[in-house]
C-alpha cells in the first residue's frame, strides 16, 4: 500500500546538520552523515521522520561495509528498503526509484556474498545537485 505523501517535504538539505550529513554523505564520510541527520532526526515527526530515518540507516549501512561488517550492512539496507516502500517515486528533493534501485543492488551482492559490489555507493541526490549543496 503506498501512502499518499507529497513529493517535497520541508526539509532543507542546503543547511544546517542535513546539508553537512548530505556533504559528509558525498564524501563517504558515512559515519558523519548518520551523526548530523540523527540530530535533524530527533526534532522531527512521522512522514520526515520515518523518511529520515531510513536515510540514517542506509548510511549506517555503508558504515559497516567501509568496516567490514556485511551482515550488518544487509540488516540495515532491507529495514531502510521496507521503511522507503509506501513513499512515492520522490520524496523531500530525493529520487526514490533510482535510491531503492542503487540500495537494492547493494542488498543483492551483500546477500550473494560471492557478487561483486556495485562501482558506487547510491547517490540520494544527483551530482549536479549534491555539488550545489556542497557535496
Not at 533510482?98 to 556495485?118: I, K, N, T, Y
Amino acid at each position: 500500500m503506498r501512502l499518499a505523501y507529497a513529493e517535497e517535504m520541508p526539509l532543507d538539505w542546503t543547511s544546517g546538520a542535513l546539508g553537512e550529513g548530505v556533504r559528509c554523505y558525498h564524501n563517504q564520510q558515512f559515519w558523519l552523515a548518520h551523526e548530523h541527520w540523527e540530530s535533524v532526526w530527533l526534532e522531527l515527526h512521522e512522514m520526515e521522520k520515518n523518511f529520515l530515518q531510513a536515510l540514517i540507516q542506509i548510511t549506517a549501512a555503508f558504515h559497516h561495509v567501509q568496516t567490514g561488517n556485511a551482515r550488518g550492512a544487509a540488516s540495515l539496507l532491507r529495514k531502510a528498503l521496507r521503511r522507503v516502500e509506501p513513499y512515492p517515486t520522490s520524496f523531500a528533493g530525493i529520487n526514490l526509484v533510482r535510491l531503492r534501485e542503487e540500495a537494492g543492488e547493494w542488498l543483492l551482492a551483500l546477500e550473494d556474498g560471492s557478487a561483486a559490489p556495485p562501482a558506487a555507493f547510491p547517490q540520494i541526490f544527483d551530482s549536479g545537485r549534491a555539488n550545489a549543496l556542497g557535496g
